[in-house]
């Protein structure tokens, strides 16, 4: 009943910056966004930056210093600050989430639509 809508990518010239946010709608007890992926063309699905409960982050070697992902939970909105933007980030970026049924339970994934960002002089 939750329900994850990315936006804020589009078209950004090399060197550029975007910022990503991602926003939880309907019933977010027990709901905690993990973090963002992106999907290139002819790629697999990987990881981008993750943050744990506590706040902590984890960051894949190809955008390490470059891009820092956050998390208000007041808000229940999820943020990718993306900097210093290069051809190879342009792909479709997902914001990830997990729901426990009971506090107890193993979570349940669940994923938003996808905002395109697009990298090109």
């Known amino acids: 009943q939750v329900q994850l809508v990315e936006s804020g990518g589009g078209l950004v010239q090399p060197g550029g910056s975007l910022r990503l946010s991602c926003a939880a709608s309907?019933?977010?007890?027990?709901?905690?966004?993990t973090g963002w992926y992106r999907q290139a063309p002819g790629k697999q699905r990987e990881l981008v930056a993750g943050i744990t409960s506590g706040g902590s982050t984890d960051y894949a070697d190809s955008v390490q210093g470059r891009f820092t992902i956050s998390r208000d939970r007041g808000k229940n909105i999820m943020y990718l600050q993306m900097n210093s933007l290069k051809p190879e980030d342009t792909a479709v970026y997902y914001c990830?989430?997990?729901?426990?049924?009971?506090?107890?339970?193993?979570?349940?994934?669940?994923w938003g639509q996808g905002t395109q960002v697009t990298v090109s002089s």
């Open positions: 990830n989430a997990q729901k426990k049924a009971f506090l107890s339970s193993t979570p349940v994934d669940y």
């Open positions: 309907g019933s977010i007890l027990r709901f905690i966004a």
